[in-house]
């Protein structure tokens, strides 16, 4: 008798959507599709959720008034992924994206929120972003209370990684007019 080995079911996003319509994962869940793989995303804490309001109030009053902002929302990496970063900084788009997801061509600027989820954005998410092309990646890693940024996708990384602390200045490489206290985000 030949051998069989237990295989993955991977999905794309076609199945994905299907999956959501038919409400499979309960209204309050957690969930993002990388890479084919369904994944439960810790649930978020004060600490996060307030950082992440604090990025989009800075956000939402310093860049330009033709941007748009966008917070815990799908985007649509290829056919097998749909992580839902904690803020993006997009292209403009007629309908504000009402009639798609962005894609890796609309981002400006991801960044993740970072405490219990650490590894995995420094691993897999920031992997997943290299490898579709997106542009800027800054991880805010609460643990360490720095700021990591990302430049320059390479395959499955970037050419260009700094770490930023309190007294330091971030700008932003498709908006260099925008200078931002890193204090101001930490």
Known sequence: MAT????????????WRRLGEAAI?????????INGEI????????NHAGHLKNINKLF???MPEHLI??????????????????????KPHADYY?????TAEDVLLLIEVADTSLKFD???????????????YWLLNLNDMCLEVYRKPFGETYKEKSTLYRGDTVDLLQLPELSIP?????
Do not use: C, W
């Open 4 to 15: 069989v080995h237990p295989t993955k079911h991977l999905t794309n996003l076609t199945e």
């Open 25 to 33: 994962f309960p209204p309050d869940s957690r969930v993002e599709l």
């Open 39 to 46: 994944f439960d995303m810790a649930p978020i804490g004060f």
């Open 60 to 62: 939402t009053r310093l």
């Open 69 to 90: 902002s966008s917070v815990q929302d799908p985007l649509q990496l290829g056919d097998l992924s749909e992580p839902e970063p904690d803020f993006m900084l997009l």
């Open 98 to 102: 009402s009639s798609r997801h962005p």
């Open 122 to 136: 420094q691993n897999q998410k920031l992997r997943l972003y290299a490898l579709h092309g997106i542009p800027e």
């Open 182 to 186: 890193v204090a101001a985000i930490l």
